[in-house]
């Protein structure tokens, strides 16, 4: 039984609330669908063009459709921004102040199949295979109960031999939404 003792203070949550939120705003996904949006304006603004001028649209607004299209990639481009340093912060904030567990003294205790966390608020054992989802961030790990919500372990309070150990039960035990599909893709 491996056992660690810490207080979660405020920071150290909206750090890793704000490292939560900024790492899903980086996937693929969100620029593959910023683009589509940015491809959706720019084919409505030819057919707005296309209706006004006809087939000869190009002739009469070329410079003017390629200094629009370059505004809307531009204005796309500062809502990503606004929302991977303002809104981000913003939530992270709101997320912190909400939660009852920071500053509380949190014991975790794990053997090789289950997670006991111990503090004021919550008391329980949680066998690894019901997390969600778990990863490793600069500064801590996050055990994630769902795709939002996630328990919090420093790395500073841990061994070299402690981390080395819990990442290698975690990588074992609990298996990503991700891996879950490519599994159930190709039967063994």
């Known amino acids: 039984m491996r056992v660690l003792v810490f ?16 790492r899903y705003i980086r996937r693929l996904r969100t620029f593959l669908n910023l683009l589509i949006l940015w491809l959706m304006c720019v084919f409505i603004y030819c057919g707005f063009l296309i209706m006004i001028e006809g087939q000869n649209w190009a002739h ?16 796309i481009c500062i809502i990503w921004a606004l929302n991977y340093y303002v809104l981000v912060t ?7 102040k909400s939660n009852q567990q920071i500053g509380l003294k949190q014991i ?40 939002e919500k996630f328990n919090i372990l420093p790395k500073a309070i841990m061994t070299k031999e402690q981390l080395a150990d819990l990442r290698t039960i975690l990588s074992r035990e609990i298996t990503s939404p991700r891996k879950k599909i490519k599994k159930s893709n190709f039967p063994a």
């Open 60 to 75: 009469y607004w070329g410079k003017s459709f390629i200094k629009t299209v370059c505004i809307y990639a531009a204005i």
């Open 7 to 22: 207080k979660l203070d405020k920071e150290k949550a909206i750090e890793a609330q704000k490292a939560h939120g900024r």
């Open 108 to 147: 975790w205790q794990w053997d090789d199949h289950a997670l006991a966390i111990r503090n004021s608020y919550i008391h329980g054992t949680y066998p690894f295979r019901l997390f969600y989802d778990w990863h490793e961030y600069p500064n801590f790990i996050a055990l994630y109960i769902s795709e």
């Open 90 to 96: 913003h939530k992270a904030h709101r997320l912190v």
